[in-house]
């Protein structure tokens, strides 16, 4: 079974609109934490956002913000007014405190920004 | 603070050859993972060091091996290329504390392809 599922995988949006992608996510474990990245063409992974299991509030970094419904073990991205250079390749991945610690990626989502 | 730093960007090797990809972490941080990233199997984990030594590892052959000097900086080795390496490899650095924490800052990748 996946540990980390992202539905979407491709997503075109129109300039200046929100933008939400999407991920769920399966542990046994209480004690983990969420991320997510952006790739774009060049090929660098660069850190937008974190969530750890018990925070308990939302996670936010200026335009992105992280939708956590732990019941749900969902933990979708939102980005607010899309930008052009918000085009590339999102991963959401989840960390295991009692799994090896290493970092578990989605397979996902290539976001299109549109003028 | 500089970022996390890989050398080389590129690398077209032969079949056959080994290579070995050099990964510089973050000042201070003292975890360097790696992950392998390819179109159909998307981002692999390979292995992490701390602190000189091997902490956690994935599934791949033991073609695949790394290490860490006193400095951090860590590096990558595949023997015995073949075609299926061709890949971005990605190394990531952390402070090392276990746990789900946010910091995970990954480098530029190199890019192996394997002819």
């Known amino acids: 079974a996946q540990k980390i599922t992202q539905t979407q995988p491709g997503m075109f949006v129109q300039e200046k609109e929100a933008v939400t992608l999407d991920c769920t996510y399966d542990t046994s474990d209480q004690s983990y934490g969420l991320f997510w990245y952006k790739q774009p063409s060049s090929g660098e992974m660069i850190f937008l956002i974190y969530q750890g299991s018990y925070d308990e509030q939302n996670a936010t970094e200026g335009r992105y913000s992280l939708n956590f419904q732990k019941a749900r073990k969902s933990a979708n991205l939102v980005i607010s007014a899309s930008q052009l250079g918000d085009s590339a390749m999102y991963f959401c991945a989840m960390r295991e405190v009692n799994r090896d610690d290493k970092i578990i990626f989605g397979k996902g989502t290539r976001l299109h920004i549109l003028p | 603070k500089a970022g996390v730093t890989q050398t080389p960007r590129y690398l077209i090797k032969t079949r056959g050859q080994q290579v070995t990809l050099s990964c510089s972490p973050i000042?201070?941080?003292?975890?360097v993972s790696w992950y392998q990233q390819t179109p159909g199997q998307g981002l692999q984990f390979l292995f992490e060091?701390?602190?000189?030594?091997?902490?956690n590892k994935g599934n791949f052959p033991g073609r695949f091996s790394g290490r860490q000097f006193s400095n951090s900086r860590s590096e990558m080795n595949v023997s015995t290329l073949e075609l299926g390496d061709s890949a971005l490899y990605l190394c990531?650095?952390?402070?090392?504390?276990?746990?789900?924490?946010?910091?995970?800052?990954f480098g530029p990748g190199t890019r192996l392809t394997v002819t």
């Open positions: 060091y701390f602190s000189e030594t091997q902490r």
């Open positions: 990531a650095s952390s402070l090392g504390r276990q746990g789900p924490t946010r910091e995970q800052y």
């Open positions: 000042s201070g941080h003292r975890s």
